[in-house]
């Protein structure tokens, strides 16, 4: 499965991504986030809208979401192998986005499968977000090295 389900269904309907926020009454930010993976469970209006576009089961939309976030997550898995947070010499967070992908945010975002702002907001602001916790652990950061940026991320 390499699109998103959403994302097709999306594109048969041959909508844009503000065009469904749209007729559905949400935010583009919702769709987009939703098209990245950035849900574990996809919000219901946008579920309910899509499946009743094509009679669809919401279940089987919900279970075929979930298996590509799990796949895109597991395919990038490999770019935290060698992550190891004592090597950090100053910033955690920086050390960790250099050993993923030095060269841009936007690499190191899609790694985690996540929305680009929100890395941005965590440099920007030195905030950090329960869900780039969450994809941490689930792409394989050690639990040691997710501690030590928990504790970089609390004391910011």
Not at 58 to 70: G, I, K, L, R, S
Not at 113 to 119: D, G, T
């Amino acid at each position: 499965m390499s699109k998103n389900p959403f994302r097709a269904k999306r594109e048969v309907l041959m909508l844009s991504q503000q065009e469904l926020a749209d007729e559905i009454g949400i935010t583009r930010q919702v769709i987009a986030n939703l098209e990245i993976g950035l849900f574990k469970v996809p919000p219901v209006r946008v579920l309910r809208y899509l499946c009743r576009q094509d009679y669809s089961d919401p279940d089987f939309v919900t279970a075929n979401y979930a298996a590509w976030v799990t796949a895109q997550r597991w395919a990038h898995q490999h770019l935290f192998a060698k992550v190891d947070l004592r090597l950090a010499d100053g910033d955690i967070w920086v050390a960790l986005k250099n050993q993923v992908s030095p060269k841009s945010n936007n690499g190191f975002a899609r790694a985690l499968v996540y929305q680009p702002s929100l890395l941005s907001d965590f440099e920007k602001y030195g905030r950090g977000s329960s869900g780039i916790m969450r994809a941490l652990l689930e792409v394989g950061l050690s639990e040691d090295n997710r501690g030590q940026l928990a504790n970089y991320i609390a004391e910011r």
